[in-house]
């Protein structure tokens, strides 16, 4: 049986920590291929929250994003629906304080709608004191499958090719 999905929710981190690091188009200009062929054929997605906040900033990768074409969820009835659900079982998953982490229940929320497996790089927080609780906690409670934009690779046998100019 295959574990792959049809349709993969990406958080904002996989794209800007991708950029920023260890895929920057300098140097591995597939991957932003790849996402783009992606986008094209329905196999991923963003949401809208997400995508906003990733073109506040303007910097390279929201001008890539900008011309990605790679499709954004709006928001919707159904999305609204699980957002207040979302929001009232799991109120510490946005710190509202700084700022942070408002796209989160969004993630959740169209994966969930769509249901896309969502793609993040936060990983779940197991300490049984902690105040703070993640995608992947929240993921795990209501059914949703994740995973990380490595496993994401490996799920749909992405290769990237390698060059010297």
Same mark, same amino acid.
């Given at each position: ?47 809208? $929250?997400?995508?906003?906040?990733? @073109?506040? +900033? ?6 890539? =994003?900008?011309?990605? *074409? !790679?499709? %954004? ?38 994966? $969930?709608?769509?249901?896309?497996? @969502?793609? +993040? ?6 300490? =049984?004191?902690?105040? *703070? !609780?993640? %995608? ?30």
């Amino acid at each position: 049986m295959s574990t792959k999905a049809n349709k993969y929710c990406l958080d904002a981190n996989v794209l800007i920590q991708a950029w920023q690091k260890y895929y920057n188009p300098k140097f591995c200009p597939d991957y932003w291929k790849i996402l783009i062929e992606l986008g094209k054929n329905g196999k991923i997605f963003i949401p809208e $929250l997400v995508y906003e906040e990733i @073109v506040r +900033t303007e910097d390279d990768l929201s001008k890539w =994003l900008k011309a990605s *074409k !790679i499709p %954004i969820a709006k928001i919707s009835e159904p999305i609204t629906i699980h957002i207040r659900k979302i929001l009232k079982d799991y109120p510490l998953l946005v710190d509202n304080t700084k700022a942070r982490s408002l796209a989160d229940p969004w993630v959740i929320a169209h994966a $969930l709608s769509e249901n896309a497996t @969502v793609v +993040t790089k936060e990983e779940k927080v197991t300490a =049984l004191n902690s105040k *703070k !609780i993640k %995608i992947p906690n929240v993921c795990d409670n209501i059914g949703i499958r994740w995973i990380n934009d490595f496993q994401f690779i490996d799920e749909l046998d992405i290769k990237f090719q390698c060059s010297l100019i």
